[in-house]
């Protein structure tokens, strides 16, 4: 039994777990403001452009049947005014998102050029350095030749 209980708490604790519990609450929250954000503001926005027609109160009655085919075509709406809300919210997150990345890029760039010119420096000291140490051993050399 201790066995089971040690395995589910290596199974809990994973991050994969952890993670999509994360998700779903988030999710969770998300749906909540898009649905606020749905009913609230965007659809009695439509229902002025519609001249105030509340699809939800259209029914047929057949016999003692009533086809409410009003509430399908509203929760038709919400899908797509829910849709529209985050297919914005995606946008302007991946928006800024390219931002972000874009800024790093080039500030990345900028640091490789100056590290750039820093290594040409670099080059030239050490070529003068090398051209200065062998005009100093050619003229030792001439020195002990001459004594």
Do not use: H, W
């Amino acid at each position: 039994m201790k066995k089971f209980f040690d395995e589910f708490k290596e199974f809990i604790s994973r991050g994969n777990v952890m993670d999509m519990a994360v998700g779903v609450i988030m999710g969770t929250a998300f749906t909540a403001i898009v649905n606020a954000l749905v009913k609230n503001i965007l659809t009695p926005l439509l229902g002025i452009v519609l001249n105030g027609v509340d699809f939800s109160d259209l029914i047929i009655k057949v016999g003692n049947a009533k086809v409410e085919y009003g509430l399908f075509i509203q929760a038709i709406i919400n899908f797509l005014l829910i849709s529209l809300v985050i297919f914005c919210m995606v946008k302007a997150l991946n928006g800024a998102r390219n931002k972000v990345i874009k800024k790093k890029e080039e500030e990345g760039a900028q640091e490789e050029e100056e590290l750039e010119a820093s290594v040409v420096l670099l080059q030239e000291i050490r070529d003068l350095l090398a051209k200065q140490n062998a005009e100093t051993a050619a003229a030792s050399e001439q020195d002990l030749l001459k004594k």
